[in-house]
Each structure stands twice: as structure tokens, then as C-alpha cells.
């Protein structure tokens, strides 16, 4: 069974009705470690041996935030900068590094619809073309990138039928790494 270290960066998930539903949805499976990034680190003062301890323990990692001005929420970013180091999560000399051939999901939300996230949406960009720093980073660190998983259209009233559904295809999604 594999292990899934699901990190959620939402500066506020409790007030979030999307990221908090995904979140429910997959919290009682117990091959699933939640770990609220914002509610951990509410200074941002992020332990990086921590963190390291907790990706080598998984076998599965999944970053899930909302997409905020076309890109990461702040404690991804900084969590990033503290814990993927060089000679720990990368190196240039291509030897395998501590997070090589681990899986990565990247499990956004967005305000737009899918279709705001196309060559001939208001964005005027894919959602994996927005995406790309993300996934050249986790590139770098050498993790199995998996499909994207993303909730289109949450600033654009979802019915919670609509929600309840996106959850349970989550929770499929990571059932399916137990």
C-alpha cells in the first residue's frame, strides 16, 4: 500500500468550501496524511527537516491549493524554497536525488471555468502552461508526475451536487493509491 502525504496550501481552509471539501472527502482514509501547510505555519517559518521527514515517509505526494494570480498560494512558495533543496530533492550532477520517482499530483482549484484556462480563454493560457514552474520544479526533484487534478468554476457557484461530485472523484483518486 502506498502511502499519500496530501499537503494543502490555503491560507484559510477551514473557511474555504472547495479545498475544504476535498480535503473531507479523502481525511479518513488511512492510508492518507493531511497536513495543513497554512495551520502549521501560520508565520511561515517553515521546518524544513520536518517536512523532508515526512516526504521520505510517502510514497505519494500531493500539493493541492487554489490557483492564486495564476499561481501557487505564498506558503507553497516558501515551503518550496525551504524544503527542496539542493542535495536533498535535486542535484545537476543527475544522481537520484531523495524525492526520485516519488509520485507528485498537483490538485488545483480555480475561480474560472475550464474553459477561462484555454489558448482562446480570457487567460489566454492552458492550465498546464500556468502550471509549469510547479511542474519543472517537481521535474527537477525527480518525481513521477501524475495527472493533473483540478476543480474548475469555484468562484462561479457550484451546486453542491457539482462539489460533492469533484470530492468523490478525489477520493477515488487517491483510493486508488492504497
Not at 508565520?43 to 516526504?55: K, M, N, V
Not at 498560494?73 to 536533498?88: C, E, K, N, S, Y
Request: with cysteine; aromatic share 10%.
Amino acid at each position: 500500500m502506498s502511502k499519500v502525504l496530501l499537503l494543502v496550501g490555503h491560507p484559510n481552509l477551514s473557511a474555504s468550501r472547495h479545498n475544504g471539501a476535498l480535503v473531507d472527502a479523502v481525511r479518513d482514509l488511512q492510508h492518507v496524511t493531511v497536513r495543513d501547510l497554512s495551520a502549521v505555519y501560520p508565520d511561515f517559518q517553515i521546518d524544513g527537516d520536518t517536512e523532508r521527514a515526512l516526504l521520505a515517509e510517502h510514497d505519494v505526494i500531493v500539493f493541492q491549493h487554489p490557483l492564486y494570480w495564476y499561481s501557487t498560494p505564498a506558503i507553497f512558495r516558501q515551503w518550496q524554497d525551504t524544503v527542496l533543496t539542493h542535495g536533498w530533492a535535486f542535484n545537476y550532477e543527475g544522481k537520484p536525488s531523495q524525492t526520485a520517482g516519488k509520485k507528485a499530483i498537483l490538485a488545483v482549484t480555480t475561480g474560472g471555468s475550464a474553459d477561462d484556462y484555454s489558448l482562446e480563454g480570457p487567460t489566454e493560457f492552458t492550465i498546464h502552461q500556468l502550471l509549469g514552474p510547479w511542474r519543472a520544479t517537481l521535474r527537477l526533484c525527480q518525481f513521477d508526475i501524475q495527472p493533473l487534478f483540478a476543480l474548475h468554476g469555484a468562484a462561479f457557484g457550484l451546486s453542491d451536487e457539482d462539489v460533492s461530485s469533484i470530492a468523490k472523484d478525489y477520493r477515488e483518486l487517491l483510493t486508488s493509491f492504497a
